[in-house]
């Protein structure tokens, strides 16, 4: 038998490379995102393994209470490690804030920089990628992301503010390598001597604390006595423990995206298992008297069974191998372009882990085998006698009770856990239930496939019939002919277009609902807000402001942490500078209602304290004492820009001072130009580094700039399990040309012309896919609009309808382009030969 | 050239001009020492109104004959003529165009599609055509035939010999200048195979159509106007107005 397989194999070599390649092309992505991943953290964690020889024991402040400042190391601490037996160096690094001014005179960036010092010595971990550390108060160095990005080079003098946001010059001695250190280069740094930092960033004490032993020292030793000398609330690891701490928590970063990863790869790999499915259920159906001949001659079932389970391990063997070269490729491809677009990787050369080989090898051949399993075990109900018939027998499809029976309690159980997910509090908990739901509608579908594809077909073929005549009506009749076959091939295609579908009309969806909150929350051309989010603005910035003809409708909020409702629960309390304009909307009355001894409150803040409008609330003020302030009005904070408790604007400052603005909001003048407009603004934050200006267009265009990135990513890395679904519409048509090549010579020698013959196959395929697409769509608008309902209340639904209407043709046209091949084939053939063949 | 326009085959038959015409046809499979002659050198002409049989044992070429006289299969020389039309140099798609417009055809299985209707497979020519039926024509063929009540039925719903009727049917009704049937009453009972011939030769008498069947059964051919014998590639003997048991001494003799 084996040599039967293998002989039979060996002649289809053609047929076995296109099954093969819809495993491998699965392994392959997920070989791929384990050879990416792996490669990355190979890099990071030798880096980290780098940083740790450096020194001996690092020693870290404990995290202290909730809302407390970031914790730090008394400056006394590093004495009392100094002054530890067996310590060769001791060094302490300071970080804080410390925001650098670009070339503009403005602080740089969303984020202020962070400042740090840069020790001096052996124990200097900071990788200088070039010039030198600072060696002085007059010299800085910038790390090299930051610096790329505001155009500074070595040897240039660059500002940065103090604390107290008092403007300093410094020169730029030199660039380093942040890498390690997530926090930092996520805001960028700018290093400085120990003093410096110290000055520059007003922190007290150390954020850590390094140390080295002397000769013939343990680092464990030594971790010891420093952890004896320092006491309690500090955490005190070796070097070794803290570079493979290190290593870890990147390795946890990493995990997130290798999983969301492997998640399209499954996608990919579902679909990789109807195409093979499908495949090897049209060989064994192609093959009956193949089969029927071994059995005559004296095969037993299992050895039929056998047979088929054989050959799909060679190709699943076959296509995990290749999927894997694929994934070697794929990952090295992949690091080639992340670090061609800069992105700051350790050089590593990509390598095959033995496990990513053995998962490899073994999801490809399980899937493989997994989905030949049922199709072997038809091959066995083959009667001998089938050896004998002449004519293949068209298989009826007849609707089964099992099936309908299947399909319906899917169908129940999805489309109950929908309706009670929609019916559930907003939350992940829905989404979860909704997306289970999803799934069992599917499984219905995947199970009524066969049924629905008649009146789809109908459907869809309506346009074909009329407009290509023959070859049209023939296609449409030849789509539904073996209605297993179809569903399960279109099926497949539907997994990717209800994906892409879903993706589509969610970010559609997010973006119109997120625009309407912009609107409410930001419903202003301009606002200008501290770089800092808990820094203040001064309040000249809005007097400025006030003054300027371009503009209008100036509002400044201010706010401050108090105790409210007498219970120790702290919420902000602010106010608004009244504007004409500015009319935040309530649940209830206008703002009007705001008098001295009142306040309106956030609904979340009344739940909390339990009380509603009406009622008293006592609140512990600066300036003031405790006041008793009564809520006259509730307002939903996502649909009033507010502090959770806001008072009249005087009342504010005779409880809190004279606090500076927290945010500026600016409407440009009727009439007047966009850029006039700005520039006004521009022109009023100018003295204020700190001050940054945000447009709501920008804002707008920056969301809809990730949202499209993330649309665009996403559509990307499902288009693989299109491409998968599409191998398999052209294995279902080329098998079909084949089992048809009589009919077609019959058509042909009837006076169908080679082209009409090609549109006829071309049709079948686009209706094919035209059939996956539509169910994919329906689908997919179905569940992201269930989907948009458990995520947020009130959301504005949204169906792209111009990107879904693009999915449909592509589906379609990709369906086409499968079917060239075979269509080329059918159209060659010599009607003489096919008319003979059996 | 052209194939298309208006072909009036059944007006044609009254003036006595050949259908079909071959000379020096040759067919040579393969090259150098593999090649197989299939035809040698055939020179024939089939009447208009004439139902001609073509006989000859197994590996006599009657059907590789028949395939390049229908425009089926390319010769490897010599000219084929249909009605007017010089078969040889065609390309593929002038070739589809007047097997079309001008042959019927039927084989001796898979005659039919099997996802149309009775109904809808004798029409099929026609609309591969674009052309209208004549809807009095088919009532008169369907009648003929006697598929009257068949019609609506898919051709896994009809017994060998109604399907085969079909597709003299299917033949009839596009008035083809010509129709080749490829043994069309081999794989049915004798009962269906006489009425499927009697249907042919009927069609001949009274609608004047022209008829090249390809035959290895002496009965069958007994139903043709002139049966044509071949063997070794070559045209060797010819019968007019044939009985079963002279075709089966002439093939007798050309056995021995």
């Not at chain 1, 954020?207 to 006595?225: C, F, K, P, T, Y």
């Not at chain 1, 108090?562 to 209830?588: C, H, I, N, Q, W």
Request: with cysteine.
């Amino acid at each position: 038998m084996l040599r039967t397989t293998l002989a039979g194999l060996r002649a289809h070599r053609l047929r076995l490379l296109l099954t093969s390649l819809a495993i491998a092309l699965g392994v392959g992505f997920i070989a791929g995102t384990f050879v990416l991943t792996d490669t990355i953290e190979a890099g990071f964690t030798q880096k980290f393994a780098a940083a740790g020889d450096r020194i001996d024991v690092a020693v870290f402040p404990d995290s202290g209470r909730r809302g407390e400042e970031e914790p730090s190391l008394p400056a006394a601490a590093l004495e009392k490690v100094r002054g530890v037996d067996g310590l060769a160096e001791a060094q302490g690094l300071v970080r804080g804030t410390a925001a650098l001014l670009g070339k503009d005179g403005k602080a740089a960036g969303d984020r202020p920089t962070s400042g740090i010092s840069i020790p001096e010595g052996r124990l200097n971990r900071t990788v200088i990628a070039g010039g030198a550390a600072p060696r002085n108060g007059g010299e800085a160095v910038l790390d090299e992301g930051t610096a790329e990005r505001h155009g500074f080079k070595v040897g240039d003098t660059i500002a940065v503010l103090d604390a107290k946001e008092v403007r300093h010059e410094f020169r730029l001695v030199g660039l380093v390598d942040l890498s390690l250190d997530q926090e930092l280069v996520y805001t960028g740094a700018v290093g400085f001597t120990t003093g410096t930092a110290w000055s520059m960033t007003g922190a007290e004490g150390f954020h850590e604390i390094d140390a080295l032993a002397a000769e013939g020292v343990g680092q464990e030793e030594l971790r010891a006595s420093v952890a004896a000398a320092l006491g309690s609330g500090v955490t005190v690891k070796t070097g070794e423990a803290y570079a493979a701490d290190m290593a870890r928590a990147n390795g946890a970063d990493d995990d997130v995206i290798t999983m969301g990863l492997l998640m399209f790869g499954l996608v990919a790999m579902f679909v990789a298992a109807l195409v093979i499915y499908n495949t090897f259920n049209i060989l064994v159906a192609q093959r009956t008297r193949e089969m029927a001949l071994l059995r005559c001659i004296g095969a037993t079932r299992g050895q039929v069974f056998g047979s088929i389970v054989l050959e799909s391990v060679v190709v699943g063997l076959l296509s995990s191998g290749l999927g894997l070269l694929l994934g070697y490729g794929l990952g090295a491809g992949a690091l080639a372009v992340l670090s061609s677009l800069d992105v700051p990787l350790p050089a590593v050369t990509p390598s095959l882990a033995p496990r990513t080989i053995a998962l490899g090898l073994v999801i490809g051949l399980a899937v493989t085998v997994g989905a030949a399993l049922l199709p072997a075990r038809s091959a066995t109900r083959v009667a001998p006698i089938a050896a004998l018939r002449t004519q293949v027998e068209e298989r009826v499809f007849r609707t089964g009770a099992v099936r309908v029976v299947a399909a319906a309690l899917f169908l129940v159980a999805g489309a109950g856990a929908t309706v009670a997910a929609l019916s559930m509090p907003v939350g992940q908990a829905a989404l979860v239930v909704v997306m289970a739901g999803g799934s069992l509608v599917f499984f219905a579908l995947l199970i009524l496939g066969p049924v629905l594809v008649r009146p789809l077909s109908a459907f869809v073929g309506w346009v074909p019939r009329r407009l290509f005549g023959v070859p049209g009506r023939l296609a449409t009749d030849n789509s539904r002919r073996n209605p297993k076959r179809s569903a399960t091939t279109t099926v497949a295609l539907t997994v990717g277009v209800t994906l892409m579908t879903l993706i589509a009309v969610l970010t559609g969806t997010l973006r119109v609902t997120y625009s309407a909150k912009l609107d409410e929350q930001f419903p202003v051309d301009y606002m200008v807000q501290p770089q800092d989010r808990g820094s203040e603005l001064s309040r000249a910035l809005a007097e400025d402001l006030r003054s300027r003809p371009e503009l209008t409708s100036v509002v400044a909020l201010r706010g401050a942490v108090a105790e409210v409702g007498g219970k120790g629960a702290e919420y902000e309390v602010g106010t608004f500078t009244a504007s004409r304009d500015f009319r935040p909307s309530l649940e209830s009355g206008s703002i009007d209602l705001l008098k001295p001894g009142t306040a309106v409150v956030a609904n979340y803040v009344a739940e909390d304290l339990g009380v509603k409008v009406g009622d008293r609330v006592p609140v512990k003020t600066a300036e003031a004492g405790t006041v008793e302030l009564t809520v006259v009005a509730l307002f939903d904070p996502q649909r009033a820009s507010l502090s959770g408790v806001t008072v009249p604007e005087a009342e504010f400052d005779r409880y809190f001072g004279q606090v500076g603005d927290s945010s500026i909001m600016v409407n440009a003048r009727d009439g007047v130009a966009f850029d006039r407009a700005r520039a006004a603004v521009d022109a009023a934050a100018d003295p204020y580094p700190t001050a940054k200006v945000a447009s709501s267009t920008e804002v707008r265009s920056e969301f809809d700039e990730s949202l499209d990135m993330m649309l665009m990513i996403i559509t990307g890395l499902l288009g693989l399990s299109v491409l998968i679904s599409l191998l398999g519409i052209a294995n279902t048509l080329s098998l079909s040309v084949h089992e048809r090549t009589r009919e077609s010579a019959l058509l042909r020698a009837l006076g169908l012309t080679r082209p009409q013959l090609r549109r006829m196959l071309s049709v079948e395929a686009l209706i094919l896919g035209l059939i996956g697409a539509l169910v994919g769509v329906a689908l997919g608008v179905v569940y992201a609009w269930a989907a948009a309902r458990t995520m947020t209340t009130d959301v504005s639904f949204q169906v792209p309808v111009l990107q879904i209407l693009a999915f449909v043709a592509l589906s379609g046209l990709a369906g086409v382009v499968a079917a060239v091949l075979p269509a080329r084939r059918a159209a060659r053939a010599s009607i003489v030969g096919s008319l003979a063949s059996g | 050239m052209t194939v298309t326009g208006e072909v009036g085959a059944w007006s044609a038959r009254e003036s006595g001009a050949p259908a079909v015409v071959a000379e020096g046809l040759t067919k040579v499979y393969g090259q150098g020492d593999t090649a197989v002659h299939a035809l040698r050198g055939v020179d024939v002409s089939f009447a208009t109104g004439a139902f001609t049989a073509i006989m000859g044992p197994s590996g006599s070429g009657k059907s590789t004959l028949m395939h390049c006289l229908a425009g089926l299969d390319t010769v490897s020389s010599g000219r084929v003529r249909i009605g007017d039309v010089e078969l040889t140099g065609l390309g593929d798609k002038q070739l589809t165009l007047l097997r079309r417009e001008r042959i019927g055809f039927i084989f001796q299985a898979f005659n039919l599609l099997p996802t149309l209707t009775a109904e809808q497979n004798i029409l099929l020519p026609l609309e591969i055509a674009g052309r209208q039926a004549d809807r009095v024509l088919f009532d008169r063929v369907v009648e003929t035939v006697g598929l009257r009540d068949r019609l609506g039925h898919k051709p896994t719903e009809l017994s060998g010999g109604q399907q085969q009727r079909v597709a003299v049917a299917r033949a009839l009704i596009s008035k083809p200048q010509v129709i080749f049937a490829d043994e069309p009453t081999g794989n049915l009972d004798s009962r269906s195979g006489a009425e499927v011939l009697s249907f042919l030769r009927s069609s001949v008498r009274e609608l004047g159509q022209t008829i090249v069947m390809v035959t290895h059964d002496p009965v069958a051919a007994s139903y043709a106007d002139r049966v044509v014998f071949l063997r070794d590639g070559g045209l060797v003997s010819e019968l007019e107005r044939p009985t079963p048991q002279a075709v089966l001494d002439t093939l007798m003799k050309l056995e021995a």
